[in-house]
């Protein structure tokens, strides 16, 4: 079956540390993967995506490689800043569906100034 | 940015009232979907729509029910709401083929009291 293991939270970090979420998945075919973000008060925003193997999705400095050989797809930010306090959600869609998507249980970030 | 809108916002309603959330959107997708969110932040899918007349039952029991009898339209209706029914519930889209993105509304915080 198809379903997200997300690295557990909430994290905490202070300003311009490097951040790291660990996000692995089990899926049937060749899932397309993403992240998407909350912020307080507001539903989930697509951050990036990929959708094949090896393929690195970016956005507002984040990062993630789709590894086909862990079945990862670890989000990664070189510094984090106060502004990115959210929830951060990974997700698969798998090619055998028709549009599902498969959330992780999410992931509290908070950063501190 | 997505064009996809929920109403009301907030809601506080007494138990055994009758209710429904609205959800549109204005990007002509074909797929819809309704998501509850619960404290601990996990998203579960309860219902979805490929399109007009199309619905489908989710991963998580609901007591609500949808309909989608306009593309742009599929609102959700709990005809005798409880407090087991307080949560936060989230509505998307997207469209039939490609990177098929979902796009989320701003979600409707529902207590029941």
């Known amino acids: 079956g198809n379903s997200v293991t997300q690295m557990e939270g909430p994290v905490t970090l202070s300003e311009e540390a490097f951040l790291t979420i660990n996000c692995t998945y089990t899926?049937?075919?060749?899932?397309?993967l993403f992240w998407y973000v909350q912020y307080p008060g507001e539903g989930l925003q697509l951050l990036l995506k990929?959708?094949?193997?090896?393929d690195k999705g970016s956005n507002k400095g984040f990062e993630a490689t789709y590894r086909k050989e862990t079945t990862s797809f670890h989000l990664e930010k070189g510094s984090v800043q106060v502004s990115d306090s959210a929830v951060y959600f990974c997700?698969?869609?798998?090619?055998?569906?028709?549009?599902?998507?498969?959330f992780g249980r999410g992931t509290q970030l908070t950063v501190w100034p | 940015e997505a064009d996809i809108y929920q109403t009301p916002r907030y809601l506080v309603i007494g138990t055994g009232k009758k209710i429904t959330l609205e959800c549109s959107q204005t990007?002509?997708?074909?797929?819809m979907y309704w998501y509850q969110q619960d404290p601990g932040m996990e998203l579960h899918l309860i219902h979805y729509?490929?399109?007009?007349?199309?619905?489908e039952k989710g991963d998580l029991s609901s007591e609500s029910t949808v309909s989608r009898i306009r593309t742009e339209h599929f609102p959700l209706t709990l005809e005798s709401a409880r407090p087991s029914h307080t949560s936060q519930y989230l509505c998307?889209?997207?469209?039939?083929?490609?990177?098929?993105?979902?796009?989320f509304g701003p979600g409707t915080r529902l207590l029941v009291l």
């Open positions: 998307a889209s997207s469209e039939f083929r490609g990177q098929e993105t979902q796009y």
């Open positions: 899926a049937t075919g060749y899932p397309s």
């Open positions: 990929a959708t094949k193997a090896d």
């Open positions: 997700a698969l869609k798998s090619g055998s569906t028709l549009g599902r998507l498969y």
């Open positions: 990007m002509g997708h074909d797929k």
């Open positions: 729509s490929y399109g007009v007349n199309s619905t």
